[in-house]
């Protein structure tokens, strides 16, 4: 990423994931090769496969306005549902596999694969999950680790408002996000720890890759992390949301409190020293509840509805937002939320009406790309 020297503000950045399924049965099938080689011609660069052969991830350019990231975040899932639609095959926009879902999944080929196989073993099994990855320019390496000890009390928060993977092996696991629930299964998965340099940040990877816990730096899959491409500060806790708007939305709001975090630091603030089983605990409970319960203050242990603490994280970020002109995209977000229900609140929805599984599928894959003149 290049420097936004001109407006001040930081460069953004998007990957989304996502599930192919077949158009008629809505069960997940192994033809990401064959979307991604349909919208190459349209994204370039911007697509391309993910670990298993069930997945596809597209990228967006750097960018500083949110309305320009958005429309990228629109031309990608268009490009890849018209790709995927002319082979027989949808894409959803899910954390997890609604049907169908192999088990272990079929992996994409090559020697790190093979490596990761030899260290994670059935951990491999659980692979089949889409999440959404938000890089914030943060050319400063030490900076951004210290913007990251402030973040660390946000990722909760930032979960339970993209929670969208209620389904697993095609049952209702009574989880928001039953992704992040397998994910915390790897040793290298969840919040980063507290650190205080990027020096100190390095030498912990070096010892979890010393320690056999990594395939190689790539593979730290912390939920906030320095990029190993780009000079960002990447947050990956996210499930990949239903819609693009909300895709567009989080990362307004990732931006804005990487920045007012950013001037917490540059005040000597170093970010709080939260305790690790209150940030644990509410790791679970956003896993747990999405939008739809109550979450846990991971600085006093107090159960809060789960909407008083997304307004709140939306108060501490209004500065910035106001500074970036995101301030009515992000409360409309909160609004769309309240009223309508987290991802996992509609995918429940969309099952409750008959029963089936299908209806699910048929609902999020309408709303991952609606087709022209149909609402987002």
Do not use: K
Not at 51 to 60: K, V
Not at 132 to 153: S, T
Not at 224 to 246: F, K, N, W, Y
Not at 315 to 340: I, N, Q
């Amino acid at each position: 990423m290049t420097t936004g020297q001109h407006s001040g503000l930081p460069l953004l950045g998007v990957e989304e994931e996502f599930l192919v399924v077949d158009a008629d049965r809505g069960e997940v099938v192994p033809r990401a090769a064959t979307v991604v080689d349909g919208a190459r011609p349209t994204l370039g660069p911007r697509v391309g496969g993910e670990i298993t052969t069930l997945q596809i991830e597209t990228r967006t350019d750097p960018c500083q306005r949110v309305d320009d990231l958005a429309a990228q975040l629109v031309e990608g899932r268009a490009a890849i549902q018209a790709a995927a639609r002319s082979a027989g095959l949808r894409v959803i926009a899910s954390g997890s596999p609604v049907l169908g879902q192999a088990v272990p999944p079929p992996l994409t080929q090559g020697p790190r694969q093979d490596r990761g196989t030899a260290t994670f073993r059935g951990l491999h099994d659980e692979l089949a999950i889409c999440a959404v990855h938000v890089h914030v320019e943060q050319p400063d390496r030490d900076r951004a680790v210290l913007i990251g000890n402030h973040l660390r009390a946000h990722l909760p928060a930032l979960l339970a408002l993209t929670a969208n993977s209620p389904y697993w092996a095609e049952r209702d696991t009574g989880y928001a996000s039953w992704r992040s629930v397998t994910w915390g299964r790897w040793p290298v998965a969840g919040p980063p720890p507290y650190l205080t340099s990027a020096r100190q940040y390095d030498d912990h990877v070096d010892m979890l890759l010393d320690a056999g816990a990594l395939v190689d730096h790539g593979t730290i899959f912390w939920d906030l992390r320095l990029s190993t491409h780009h000079p960002t500060l990447e947050v990956r806790v996210a499930d990949v949301p239903v819609t693009a708007v909300e895709s567009a939305a989080l990362a307004a709001l990732v931006r804005a409190l990487v920045v007012v975090s950013g001037e917490a630091v540059d005040r000597g603030d170093e970010g709080p020293r939260l305790v690790p089983e209150l940030l644990r605990l509410a790791y679970w409970r956003a896993a747990r509840d999405g939008m739809g319960g109550h979450g846990v203050d991971v600085a006093t242990g107090r159960l809060l509805p789960a909407a008083a603490i997304a307004e709140r994280l939306v108060e501490r970020a209004r500065p910035a937002l106001d500074a970036a002109g995101d301030r009515e995209r992000v409360e409309g977000w909160l609004t769309w939320l309240a009223s309508d229900g987290d991802g996992a609140t509609r995918q429940r929805a969309a099952h409750g009406v008959r029963g089936r599984l299908t209806d699910v599928v048929d609902e999020i894959a309408s709303r991952t790309a609606p087709e022209e003149g149909t609402p987002a």
